[in-house]
């Protein structure tokens, strides 16, 4: 917007889906996400800015939140919160509990949306499992926390997906132009796998 005076910017949040027939029709220009493998359509191309790990997240003072090593059996006690079943980030989750000897967590709390999933975490003593940058705000003020537990396994490529025959506007190339950036610069600055916060 800097760059752009005047530019009118609409972020839209949704399940991928819904995003893609949106991209798909030219309601919106660009998915910043998760990238699935294959590639949803031939009409779609996709960019891979950085690989993302899966973190437990819990509310900073939560129990568990302490320097000390855990492992997933350790965590069975608690309730969840979990994204929606049959979503790629669920399957990843079903992977790691059946790699590790466990069956997934009973009973838990199922959803995509972001709000819902900070609040549930913040306001209890319940975990999810997610991205860690989905968090960063959270975690920089001290709401939640990443519990040290090793999922290194979950990493997962994190990207852009774009129309393969699209005409992109001066805005939009400015905006792939900075993600571009920031995934170069700034996003991980290349910390590898971390388990701990």
């Given at each position: 917007?800097?760059?752009?005076?005047?530019?009118?910017?609409?972020?839209?949040?949704?399940?991928?889906?819904?995003?893609?027939?949106?991209?798909?029709?030219?309601?919106?220009?660009?998915?910043?996400?998760?990238?699935?493998?294959?590639?949803?359509?031939?009409?779609?191309?996709?960019?891979?800015?950085?690989?993302?790990?899966?973190?437990?997240?819990?509310?900073?003072?939560?129990?568990?939140?302490?320097?000390?090593?855990?492992?997933?059996?350790?965590?069975?006690?608690?309730?969840?919160?979990?994204?929606?079943?049959?979503?790629?980030?669920?399957?990843?989750?079903?992977?790691?509990?059946?790699?590790?000897?466990?069956?997934?967590?009973?009973?838990?709390?199922?959803?995509?949306?972001?709000?819902?999933?900070?609040?549930l975490l913040v306001e209890s003593n319940r975990l999810?499992?997610?991205?860690?940058?989905?968090?960063?705000?959270?975690?920089?003020?001290?709401?939640?926390?990443?519990?040290?537990?090793?999922?290194?396994?979950?990493?997962?490529?994190?990207?852009?997906?774009?129309?393969?025959?699209?005409?992109?506007?001066?805005?939009?190339?400015?905006?792939?132009?900075?993600?571009?950036?920031?995934?170069?610069?700034?996003?991980?600055?290349?910390?590898?796998?971390?388990?701990?916060?």
């Amino acid at each position: 917007s800097e760059e752009h005076h005047g530019l009118k910017i609409c972020l839209v949040d949704g399940s991928y889906d819904t995003l893609l027939q949106q991209l798909r029709y030219g309601d919106i220009d660009v998915i910043v996400g998760p990238l699935r493998s294959p590639c949803p359509a031939t009409d779609i191309v996709q960019e891979r800015l950085f690989d993302s790990t899966l973190s437990v997240i819990a509310r900073k003072g939560h129990p568990l939140d302490k320097p000390k090593a855990l492992t997933l059996a350790e965590l069975g006690q608690w309730g969840w919160v979990l994204p929606r079943r049959g979503t790629p980030a669920y399957r990843v989750i079903e992977r790691t509990m059946r790699n590790a000897g466990l069956a997934m967590p009973s009973n838990p709390i199922e959803s995509n949306g972001l709000a819902t999933i900070r609040a549930l975490l913040v306001e209890s003593n319940r975990l999810s499992m997610i991205s860690r940058h989905q968090v960063y705000f959270e975690e920089r003020d001290g709401l939640l926390c990443v519990l040290p537990v090793d999922l290194c396994e979950t990493a997962r490529p994190v990207g852009i997906a774009t129309r393969a025959d699209a005409a992109h506007s001066a805005g939009v190339l400015a905006l792939l132009k900075h993600l571009r950036a920031v995934n170069r610069d700034d996003l991980l600055a290349d910390k590898g796998c971390q388990t701990a916060g």
